[in-house]
Structure formats: C-alpha cells, structure tokens
C-alpha cells in the first residue's frame, strides 16, 4: 500500500503516499434553420421518396444544436507559497480559485475544541458571518473534549481568491493535513487527515480522515463529516456530483465508518468510495479490494454515473466483480477502472490494465462526450484494452479511454527516456487535461521538450489520443503537479516548484524554502 510514485531523484529519497498525505464541481432547443428546413423538405417529398424512407427506417429526426462552449478563462499565474506551506489541492468556479495549503503546527501552539476554523477572515473583516459555527448534524457532537486532548501536527488553509487577485477574499483554518478540494453546489470541499483528531473532530486510526463543507462564499463552515477507521484511512480523491454532493475516494485498513454506514478491509489496505449529499450526510460507501494492497486513487461523477480508477493486487473484487490482475501470482500492482451506478453503488462495468511491474494511477475523468479517461504510470510494457505499449524508459506516463458502456478506446504514452509518469487528470469540456512528471525529454504531439532541471512538469490537453495544448513548467529545482481541477473554460494546476521556474512562459521566483514553491496556473482549453 505505501509506495513511491516515482525513483528518487539523485542524493534523494522515496516518498511514501502516507508521506505525502501527511505533509500535502431548460428549455428545449429549436432546432438550427437548416435543419428545419431538411426536414420540412423531407415531408414534401415524402410520397416520391416513401420507398427510400421505409428502407433506411424513416426521415432523420432534427438535430438539437449543441450547447455553447463555456467563455474562455483568462490566464493566470500566481504565486501563493509561504514558508513552511505545502500545496494540497485546487478547485475553482466561474468567480474564484481556491487552494488548500498546509503548514506544520508546534505543539504548544495547537488547540482543541475548536468548532469553528481556528482562524478566518472574510474580505476585509476578522469576524465571520452569520452561520460560519459548525452547522451541526449528525456529526456535530463529536468535536473534542478534554477527555481527548488530540493535538494536531498540521493546520491547512483554505483560501478563496477572486479575478486573480493575490489577497485571499476569504480564508478558513482547519487543524489537520490538507488533501483534495472539490467545488460543488454552493460549498468547497475540504478534505484532512490527522491523527487523534482533524477538523475539530476526533479520529480513530492513524491517520483519520474527514471531509469539510465550507461555503463557497464565505468559507464557513457547514458540515464536518468524519471517515475513520479502526487501523487508518485516507481521502485520494475528492470530485463534485449532481444535486451539490462530492465523491470522495481513498484507502483505508480495518473497519471504516462513514456516518452511520460501515465497511471492513478483506486485506492489509483496501479501496473506498463514498459519496456525501450537499447537507453533509453520508448516501454510499462501497469498498473495493482483497487479500493484497488496493485503493481508489480517482473519482469522477456524471448525471448517474460514478467513475472510479485505483490500483489493485491479484485476488481483488469491486462488489463480487472479480478484477483480473495480469498476473495472478504477482504481488506487483495493477490498475482498474470501473463505472458505478450513482444510486445503488452497482458496478456497470469495469476493467483492468496492468504488466510486470507495479504500476500507479494519478486518477480518472469523464470528458464531455462520457468517455472514461484514466491516467497512469506505466513501467515496461503495459497491457491494456487488447494492446500491448511499452514505455520508452523506466516509466512513461498512460492516458487511456473507455466509452460510456466500457468498450476499449484510444491508448497513449507520454515519455522519454527517464522515469515519466502521470500526476493528476481531469476532465474540460471534451478535452481532458493530464498533468505529467519527466526528466530528460519527452515529445507531446508536435512539441519536443527538455526538462531544464531534474524533474520538470507538464500539463498536456487531449482529444482522444490527440494532443490540443501543452503547458510545461520547468526550472534548475523539481517542479510537479500537486492538484488540478476544471473550471468553466479551462483548468487550474497547482505547480510546487523548489526553485525559480518558467510556467508557460510566465517566470516565478525561487521560494525561499525550497519546499514551498506554489503557483496556481489557469489555462483556457479549447
């Protein structure tokens, strides 16, 4: 369960995903004139063509023009890195761009009790509106006592900015490690892990996650909704659904309890997904997983459809689907995709990709046209939709698509001759938009690029196995894609950088802790 994602860098060290977690959303259309026109053509030439009619099965229906592309986004860079910080998630709306960053808190300074962010300020005002209290709920009445003393190692900030401005419109403190943010119906969501307690609720396991529904207008907060287990938990990935609920998805091991529904690991470390209503209660939680290390790294919602994409060890199951790993009697990790039903949590359909070697998945989107696109790390040849494509140095990052009802689509590797691989997905429009990791050189459709340091990133847009738009960010230190998210008309990254680097043309300077670099970046995607 506790794997690196990538080599270490020269003099460096693996990071493990614990690591990692600890310190990181009418009317009917009149059909266009010359549709009508069509038709109204067919019926006057009905009689004289009713053979041909009856022989390709009647007159073509109108069409329903396609609704009008959201306006382009305008193009931001920003940076937002403070000392000590450490970017863990984006997420954005037509108005404003939210970041989640967490910082280390001493020990004699960390508090208990708190039902409230420890620290908000909304525009200009230190005091919060009205409702910025916890709202309540089930939930509500485990915040800690002094029986349960749990002090956080962690505090995250969420804060919301507005038209690229660099002052925060709103910010909210929640004691804990932050995690994937989503923007759904009228709240983000937050998501934390600590141990003892997070977000002013106490926690079993080590770590404990909750989820943290904060006004999108204000930063008050909502609802806290707790998901903790008897050994750890963890919250991978957050997306928005239908109706202002949030998919979240992670791994946990023991028993896990969300809310009143519980679901216990058949292994060391399995999968969940759990899908939390805009009034903060719990509808689902299903568990993926077996006898081996699994979990759920991405999640995406659409109308009835919920799409989940992880890794999983021979012997795993979705709901008594069996996952078929390339290899049974290989403990290396393979990945899967799978597409539930929004209501029951039934899988529709579900499928697998995998090789020799372990391979990792960043995560899964569903694009406009409901095509499932998963990305992935892949390592020596990867087997996946009947093909065989094999990674042209240690590891290549893979893209790859499945329609709507599961068949195999289109396959990709992007790469060069280091260790590349996939960071983040995410879905604009009919476009997806991956963001990468590469060292030495990697080709994106007709670009050839050069990574200027040891590790540089990349945020590359799809159609299908064609390439639209690539962003690189590189610099003399690592850069990489911590977060990403859509927005109407385009996408925002979250780039972690540790020294100075050029994003797309735009310059930053090198942060003074070198592991705090952190630049929102908005791109449109056409």
């Excluded at 419109?169 to 937050?190: D, H, K, N, Q």
């Excluded at 999108?216 to 938990?233: H, Q």
């Amino acid at each position: 369960m506790i794997r690196a994602d990538r080599e270490p860098p020269p003099g460096g060290r693996l990071i493990t995903e614990i690591e990692v977690i600890e310190r990181r959303r009418a009317a009917p259309a009149r059909p266009p004139r010359g549709a009508r026109e069509a038709w109204a053509a067919c019926g006057v030439r009905a009689v004289l063509a009713a053979g041909v009619c009856a022989w390709v099965g009647g007159c073509p229906a109108p069409r329903r023009p396609a609704p009008p592309p959201p306006p382009a986004v305008a193009a931001l860079t920003l940076e937002i890195g403070r000392a000590g910080g450490s970017l863990r998630g984006v997420a954005g709306d037509e108005a404003a761009i939210y970041a989640a960053i967490t910082s280390p808190v001493a020990a004699e300074s960390a508090t208990s009790g708190s039902t409230t962010p420890a620290s908000a300020t909304f525009g200009d005002s230190a005091t919060p509106p009205a409702g910025a209290a916890n709202a309540g709920g089930p939930e509500a009445a485990r915040a800690p006592t002094s029986a349960n003393p749990a002090q956080p190692a962690e505090r995250t900030v969420i804060e919301a900015r507005r038209g690229g401005a660099v002052a925060p419109a709103w910010r909210a403190e929640l004691e804990g490690g932050g995690g994937p943010l989503a923007r759904t119906g009228a709240l983000v969501v937050a998501t934390l892990t600590g141990t003892g307690a997070a977000a002013g609720l106490p926690l079993r396991g080590s770590p404990g996650a909750v989820a943290v529904g904060l006004d999108a207008a204000t930063g008050a907060v909502r609802w806290r909704l707790a998901l903790d287990s008897s050994e750890w938990a963890v919250i991978s990935a957050a997306s928005a659904a239908p109706g202002g609920a949030v998919v979240l998805g992670g791994s946990f091991g023991g028993t896990l309890r969300a809310g009143a529904k519980v679901v216990s690991s058949g292994g060391r470390a399995d999968g969940f997904v759990a899908r939390v209503s805009a009034a903060g209660q719990i509808e689902l939680l299903v568990r993926m997983g077996g006898p081996g290390a699994d979990e759920v790294r991405g999640v995406a919602a659409a109308g009835d459809r919920l799409a989940i994409a992880g890794t999983f060890s021979a012997g795993a199951d979705l709901l008594g689907t069996a996952l078929d790993a390339f290899d049974a009697r290989s403990p290396a990790a393979d990945g899967f995709v799978a597409v539930l039903d929004a209501q029951a949590g039934r899988p529709r359909w579900a499928a697998t990709f995998g090789g020799k070697l372990d391979d990792a998945v960043a995560g899964v989107a569903i694009d406009g046209r409901g095509r499932v696109a998963v990305a992935a790390t892949a390592r020596d040849v990867m087997h996946v939709g009947g093909r065989d494509l094999r990674a042209q140095g240690a590891a290549d990052a893979l893209v790859a698509w499945w329609s709507a009802d599961g068949a195999p689509g289109p396959a990709l590797l992007l790469g060069g001759r280091g260790f590349d691989g996939a960071a983040a997905i995410t879905a604009a429009g009919d476009r997806v938009v991956v963001g990468v990791f590469f060292a030495g050189a990697l080709r994106a459709g007709d670009r050839e690029l050069a990574a200027v340091g040891g590790d540089d990133a990349l945020l590359v847009a799809l159609d299908g196995a064609a390439v639209v738009g690539a962003w690189p960010a590189g610099g003399p230190g690592r850069e990489e894609i911590a977060a990403l998210a859509a927005v109407p008309g385009g996408v925002v990254a979250g780039v972690a950088h540790t020294a100075g680097v050029r994003v797309d043309g735009a310059s930053l300077a090198a942060p003074a802790d070198p592991l705090a670099g952190a630049a929102l970046v908005v791109r449109a995607v056409r």
